[in-house]
């Protein structure tokens, strides 16, 4: 699977927006864009996921740019409950006899 | 159940000796993995169960480390004669299906202290 770049950690407010970045500059056109996020003490959760097309759920909205090469996972008013690692990965379309693998991820601290 | 359930929650354990940690997943998901995190690191992946397939156990450090899925459904991992850096939480996730990352489903994870 090709790499992702995040950044380490980020700040954010609550109920305001979070922008959280991934660079994935080596992305093929087979590759789908997932997010897992992980809040303390508790397993990875998964987020969204998409492939070109920007992506709306429940959870968060996914951006991508049009070369595909980086995507901004974005939480539309943040909570505390958010206070989470996120990680951003990459996975072949047809790479179905692998498990995901996971990077460090960046780690979301919200203040009230 | 409804979700991942893996048993115990905590284990402590001498050096030497061997432990067994349990994952029930979903029922109906074929896919089973495990994964370990020590502290303050990422998820490590460990080995990965599919329906009848042999698993993929290119994760697994060393030969200390066994995992075996009965019938199809829930999942022991083996560790024989524990190390110290074996201290970590073992983390298992099921899914429908190999072809769908997006529907993997973690447990709460069992947390492993070797003294």
């Known amino acids: 699977d090709a790499k992702t770049t995040q950044p380490n950690s980020m700040e954010s407010n609550e109920e305001e927006p979070v922008h959280l970045p991934c660079n994935h500059s080596t992305i093929s056109g087979t590759d789908y864009i997932h997010w897992y996020r992980q809040l303390p003490s508790q397993g990875p959760e998964y987020v969204i996921h998409g492939l070109t097309s920007n992506v709306n759920n429940r959870m968060a909205s996914l951006a991508i740019a049009e070369d595909r090469k980086s995507s901004t996972l974005i939480l539309h008013r943040a909570t505390l409950r958010d206070a989470a690692v996120y990680y951003c990965i990459l996975r072949v379309s047809n790479q179905a006899g692998t498990a995901l693998i996971f990077g460090k991820g960046t780690t979301l601290s919200v203040s009230s | 159940g409804a979700g991942v359930s893996q048993s115990p929650s905590n284990k402590v354990t001498e050096k030497g000796k061997d432990v067994e940690l349990r994952c029930d997943p979903i029922?109906?998901?074929?896919?089973l993995y495990w994964y370990r995190q020590s502290l303050g690191q990422g998820l490590e992946f460990l080995i990965y169960?599919?329906?009848?397939?042999?698993?993929?156990k290119s994760g697994l450090p060393s030969d200390r480390f066994s995992a075996e899925r009965t019938g199809g459904s829930v999942s022991t991992l083996t560790i024989q004669r524990t190390q110290q850096e074996d201290s970590a939480v073992y983390l298992c996730?099921?899914?429908?299906?190999?072809?769908?990352?997006?529907?993997?489903?973690f447990g709460s994870g069992t947390r492993l202290t070797v003294v």
């Open positions: 996730a099921s899914s429908l299906g190999r072809a769908q990352p997006w529907g993997y489903t």
């Open positions: 169960f599919q329906g009848n397939s042999a698993p993929d």
């Open positions: 029922s109906g998901h074929t896919a």
